[in-house]
């Protein structure tokens, strides 16, 4: 999809892609934010470029719409400019290895080269291009490419860049297998990077997409492996029990309380670690 610019096809074929897949995207978060919310973190196929695109555009969708300064029609450019903010990169993106000087000027200008490439495929809109343009710009000014600065950033720039550093942190990344647990996540955005990116949009996303998120599986105290079904705005989510403290998988993801104490949750669980039950993962939001 992404890659639709590459490959030649008609540049109104291409926005129209994009537009159509953000209109998707925009009345699924809509629709269900708890099965939304949990894709981006249970969903794991393809290559890490594609899925950050997808993750960073619901987490857009998510926090615009809890932020609710940007009507309908602006959320959906900004869904746009969540799914094609890198396109000037995306084989960089994935790219496992070292970076030598030449690949660090071309990510420190593809905000830049980007907007190019979307410009010249039809793209007019000046909202999507804007927030592509500025969303590695930062409040202190350390960021790129303009190094802009406080209220001469724009909201859609700022609500970009929120999620898109969220979605990069919470994701394995090709140099970083281990990804940040959510709620770990959300602490470093908020005490860490309270100088370059806005607190108050911070404070949303928590709200948006709860402190520990649908999707995140976690060990209970009482030795339990178990998935968040639905957020909470504190540490007490509801949960669906998928081993059990022997470690056996759970014929029915049962529910469990877990503001109880033995089922209050200790500590996060690679996905990696539970393979063998994707399938009743998947079955809970169904």
Same mark, same amino acid.
């Given at each position: 999809?992404?890659?639709?610019?590459?490959?030649?096809?008609?540049?109104?074929?291409?926005? +129209?892609?994009?537009?159509?897949?953000?209109?998707?995207? !925009?009345?699924?978060?809509?629709?269900?934010?708890?099965?939304?919310?949990?894709?981006?973190?249970?969903?794991?196929?393809?290559? &890490?470029?594609?899925?950050?695109?997808?993750?960073?555009?619901?987490?857009? +969708?998510?926090?615009?719409?809890?932020?609710?300064?940007?009507? /309908?029609? !602006?959320?959906?450019?900004?869904?746009?400019?969540?799914?094609?903010?890198?396109?000037?990169?995306?084989?960089?993106?994935?790219?496992?290895?070292?970076?030598?000087?030449?690949?660090?000027?071309?990510?420190?200008?593809?905000?830049?080269?980007?907007?190019?490439?979307?410009?010249?495929?039809?793209?007019?809109?000046?909202?999507?291009?804007?927030?592509?343009?500025?969303?590695?710009?930062?409040?202190?000014?350390?960021?790129?490419?303009?190094?802009?600065?406080?209220?001469?950033?724009?909201?859609?720039?700022?609500?970009?860049?929120?999620?898109?550093?969220?979605?990069?942190?919470?994701?394995?990344?090709?140099?970083?297998?281990?990804?940040?647990?959510?709620? +770990? +996540?959300?602490?470093?955005? &908020?005490?860490?990077?309270?100088?370059?990116?806005?607190?108050?949009?911070?404070?949303?996303?928590?709200?948006?997409?709860?402190?520990?998120?649908?999707?995140?599986?976690?060990?209970? /105290?009482?030795?339990?492996?178990?998935?968040?079904?639905?957020?909470?705005?504190?540490?007490? @989510?509801?949960?669906?029990?998928?081993?059990?403290?022997?470690?056996? @998988?759970?014929?029915? @993801?049962?529910?469990?309380?877990?503001?109880?104490?033995?089922?209050?949750?200790?500590?996060?669980?690679? &996905?990696?670690?539970?393979?063998?039950?994707?399938?009743?993962?998947?079955?809970?939001?169904?």
């Amino acid at each position: 999809m992404l890659l639709d610019q590459q490959a030649d096809i008609h540049r109104d074929q291409f926005v +129209a892609r994009i537009r159509s897949l953000a209109s998707r995207l !925009q009345a699924a978060c809509q629709r269900d934010p708890e099965a939304a919310i949990a894709a981006i973190h249970l969903f794991h196929e393809g290559e &890490y470029a594609f899925r950050h695109h997808l993750s960073v555009a619901v987490v857009s +969708a998510l926090l615009a719409e809890a932020d609710g300064r940007l009507d /309908k029609a !602006q959320q959906h450019s900004l869904i746009c400019a969540a799914l094609t903010h890198d396109i000037s990169i995306y084989s960089l993106a994935n790219h496992d290895g070292g970076l030598n000087e030449e690949k660090r000027r071309e990510i420190n200008q593809h905000p830049i080269t980007s907007c190019a490439a979307l410009k010249d495929v039809g793209v007019d809109d000046g909202l999507w291009l804007e927030a592509v343009l500025q969303h590695h710009e930062r409040l202190d000014g350390s960021g790129y490419p303009l190094c802009l600065s406080g209220s001469a950033i724009s909201l859609h720039g700022s609500l970009l860049a929120v999620a898109d550093v969220y979605c990069a942190m919470t994701r394995p990344r090709p140099y970083r297998p281990k990804a940040y647990f959510p709620m +770990a +996540a959300m602490r470093d955005l &908020y005490v860490g990077q309270s100088q370059q990116l806005d607190n108050a949009l911070i404070q949303k996303l928590i709200k948006a997409l709860g402190l520990i998120p649908p999707g995140t599986i976690v060990k209970l /105290k009482n030795g339990e492996i178990a998935v968040v079904k639905k957020r909470s705005t504190g540490n007490a @989510p509801q949960v669906c029990c998928l081993y059990n403290r022997q470690g056996m @998988p759970m014929a029915s @993801p049962d529910a469990r309380n877990t503001a109880l104490p033995d089922y209050g949750i200790q500590g996060r669980v690679d &996905y990696d670690n539970c393979r063998n039950v994707e399938a009743v993962i998947r079955r809970i939001w169904a």
